[in-house]
C-alpha cells in the first residue's frame, strides 16, 4: 500500500463523507442534530483541503464554521422556542421552491464551470503558495482582520450572556407550566 493510495483514499473518504453530512443537514428533524451534521461536514471539508497541501485554505475553512457556528448559536439561544433544537422541526420551508432554486442555482454553476474559458497557466508555481495565497487573500490588512475577528467573536459571546440572563425556565418554571411568567417588569400585551 502506497502513501499516495493511502491520500488518495483519505481525500475521498472526506470528500463524500463533507458532501453526506452537508445533505443530512436538510434532512434531519432538529437544529441540534443539523448543527452537528454541518459541523462535520465542514471538518470533513477542511481534511480534505489539508489533503491537497493547502493548509492555509483548511485554518480558513475552520475559523468561518467556528464563526458560523457561533453564530447559530446565537440565533438558538435568542429566538427559538426550543434552544436545545432537539424538538422535531422542518429545516427548510416552501420545499418546491427551494428544491427548484437549489437545483437551478447548481446547474448554472456548473455549467459555468465547463463553459469558462479557463486560463492556461502563466509561468511556475510560486515556492511557497500558502504564503502568496494569504498575501493574495489578506495583503497588509492581516493584522486589521484578525483584531476584527477578535472584535466580532467578542461580541457574539456578550450577546450570548444578554440573550440567556433569563430564560423561558426562569419565567414559565422547570416544567413551563406557570400560568403567568415570573418578570420582574410587566411586559407583552397585557395577558
Given at each position: 500500500?502506497?502513501?499516495?493510495?493511502?491520500?488518495?483514499?483519505?481525500?475521498?473518504?472526506?470528500?463524500?463523507?463533507?458532501?453526506?453530512?452537508?445533505?443530512?443537514?436538510?434532512?434531519?428533524?432538529?437544529?441540534?442534530?443539523?448543527?452537528?451534521?454541518?459541523?462535520?461536514?465542514?471538518?470533513?471539508?477542511?481534511?480534505?483541503?489539508?489533503?491537497?497541501?493547502?493548509?492555509?485554505?483548511?485554518?480558513?475553512?475552520v475559523l468561518m464554521m467556528i464563526m458560523e457556528m457561533a453564530v447559530m448559536a446565537v440565533f438558538m439561544l435568542m429566538?427559538?422556542?426550543?434552544?436545545?433544537?432537539?424538538?422535531?422541526?422542518?429545516?427548510?420551508?416552501?420545499?418546491?421552491?427551494?428544491?427548484?432554486?437549489?437545483?437551478?442555482?447548481?446547474?448554472?454553476?456548473?455549467?459555468?464551470?465547463?463553459?469558462?474559458?479557463?486560463?492556461?497557466?502563466?509561468?511556475?508555481?510560486?515556492?511557497?503558495?500558502?504564503?502568496?495565497?494569504?498575501?493574495?487573500?489578506?495583503?497588509?490588512?492581516?493584522?486589521?482582520?484578525?483584531?476584527?475577528?477578535?472584535?466580532?467573536?467578542?461580541?457574539?459571546?456578550?450577546?450570548?450572556?444578554?440573550?440567556?440572563?433569563?430564560?423561558?425556565?426562569?419565567?414559565?418554571?422547570?416544567d413551563l407550566d406557570a400560568p403567568r411568567t415570573d418578570d420582574p417588569v410587566p411586559g407583552g400585551v397585557g395577558r
Amino acid at each position: 500500500m502506497t502513501a499516495g493510495w493511502v491520500t488518495a483514499t483519505l481525500f475521498w473518504v472526506c470528500a463524500l463523507g463533507s458532501v453526506a453530512t452537508g445533505f443530512a443537514v436538510f434532512r434531519v428533524s432538529s437544529m441540534a442534530r443539523a448543527t452537528m451534521a454541518l459541523l462535520v461536514s465542514f471538518a470533513l471539508a477542511a481534511g480534505a483541503v489539508v489533503l491537497l497541501q493547502l493548509g492555509y485554505l483548511a485554518v480558513v475553512v475552520v475559523l468561518m464554521m467556528i464563526m458560523e457556528m457561533a453564530v447559530m448559536a446565537v440565533f438558538m439561544l435568542m429566538y427559538m422556542m426550543n434552544p436545545a433544537g432537539l424538538m422535531p422541526m422542518q429545516m427548510y420551508h416552501n420545499k418546491s421552491v427551494a428544491m427548484s432554486a437549489s437545483v437551478g442555482t447548481f446547474v448554472v454553476l456548473a455549467a459555468g464551470i465547463l463553459a469558462a474559458p479557463w486560463p492556461a497557466r502563466a509561468g511556475s508555481p510560486p515556492t511557497d503558495p500558502t504564503l502568496e495565497l494569504g498575501l493574495a487573500l489578506m495583503g497588509s490588512k492581516m493584522l486589521v482582520m484578525v483584531m476584527i475577528g477578535i472584535a466580532m467573536f467578542a461580541t457574539i459571546v456578550g450577546s450570548v450572556v444578554l440573550a440567556t440572563d433569563r430564560g423561558r425556565y426562569d419565567r414559565l418554571g422547570d416544567d413551563l407550566d406557570a400560568p403567568r411568567t415570573d418578570d420582574p417588569v410587566p411586559g407583552g400585551v397585557g395577558r
